[in-house]
């Protein structure tokens, strides 16, 4: 096991803050992580899990010990008569997952395409794009406890997943009764997940990007490797590619209102997007909200408003002065003030902020 001391996390941000990590070991295996605790001063110090860094928000040097997630492998682990099992280490890039499944004959990931990270984060964001979340796809995952070194298993249940959260983003989550619950966040470092895909495969379809892609196609049964395809294209034309643009990918969560409430904003913005939900709720795009207050390509310093989608923001700074975390962060809350003062929604951030 190595120590690094001072490394830049520049490139480890899709943001492409420039921010160093105080300390840093890289866990290609569960024994990197029985190394650390293994060491008394490692062990006490307070821990920070980095993955692909697609959905966090640098605002300085972070001096919790980083733990670099770097554990690599996809492989078919099971089958039932209703879906194959398919498990991916933690340090493995989505997209990449969601591609080689496809190409094994295993469909049911192509909704999810392109959504930048690795698998290990996508449990604990729940990450989900036109109309699929990870939880629908989920099976169970491997973890280690960062206290005793244990290693644990958690299904969907156990996983407490909701719309982009998990028991991995809270300390303490509280049960039905009020009782205090269990909370993972910053206890625990997601090794291997597993995806449960299934062989009876449906087409998710419903999205007014989709439709439009099947219209000018002239296809209307896609398969999922047309469905993959059409994702990749809509994704590409409405984001910017972290590499050359960074971003954090969405920055806010799209918010959920009362019917009541949803009718009355109807009735002054007729033109809202919105979208009724199973349980009764409506979920509004917060991108139209933002928009609407008029931000999409405005700045703040560094940090900006893509022009194409008001829901990413952006890094606008050159290599050599890159965005800080304050600036995106001074961006976000002013957005978040125009938006409440004009809706009375307040948007919650996705990204992770350090």
């Known amino acids: 096991m190595l120590v690094e001391k001072n490394v830049p996390l520049q490139h480890s941000n899709s943001f492409g803050i420039m921010a160093k990590a105080l300390s840093l070991v890289r866990v290609s295996a569960e024994s990197d992580i029985a190394a650390v605790l293994q060491d008394d001063a490692l062990r006490a110090m307070s821990k920070f899990v980095l993955g692909g860094g697609s959905n966090i928000v640098l605002t300085g040097d972070v001096k919790p010990l980083v733990l670099k997630v770097e554990i690599m492998g996809k492989r078919l682990v099971g089958e039932t008569a209703k879906a194959w099992i398919v498990e991916a280490g933690a340090g493995e890039n989505w997209h990449d997952l969601v591609t080689w499944t496809l190409q094994m004959g295993y469909p049911g990931l192509e909704n999810l395409a392109l959504i930048p990270g690795t698998v290990g984060a996508s449990p604990v964001q729940n990450i989900g794009a036109y109309g699929v979340e990870l939880q629908d796809r989920f099976e169970s995952l491997d973890a280690v406890d960062l206290t005793t070194g244990q290693r644990f298993t958690l299904n ?137 207050c008029g931000w999409k390509g405005k700045s703040v310093g560094n940090a900006g408003v893509y022009d194409r989608q008001a829901l990413v923001l952006v890094n606008r700074g050159g290599p050599g002065n890159p965005v800080t975390g304050g600036e995106v962060m001074t961006l976000a809350k002013a957005i978040q003030t125009s938006v409440y003062e004009r809706f009375g929604i307040l948007l919650e951030p996705e990204p992770v902020v350090v």
Request: glycine share 8%; net charge positive.
């Open 156 to 292: 969907a249940a156990q996983c407490a997943f909701g719309y982009r959260d998990s028991v991995f983003k809270h300390t303490s989550i509280a049960t039905s009764a009020g009782t205090p619950g269990f909370g993972l966040a910053g206890k625990a470092l997601i090794t291997h997940v597993r995806f449960s895909l299934p062989k009876a495969w449906k087409a998710v379809l419903g999205y007014a990007d989709i439709e439009k892609k099947m219209q000018q196609a002239g296809v209307h049964a896609p398969d999922a490797q047309q469905i993959y395809d059409w994702i990749c294209e809509i994704r590409r034309a409405k984001l910017p590619d972290p590499q050359v643009i960074g971003n954090a990918g969405s920055f806010f969560k799209n918010p959920t209102v009362s019917p009541e409430q949803c009718a009355d904003i109807i009735q002054r913005e007729p033109k809202i997007v919105h979208y009724p939900l199973a349980d009764g709720t409506v979920k509004l795009a917060a991108g139209w909200l933002i928009d609407a």
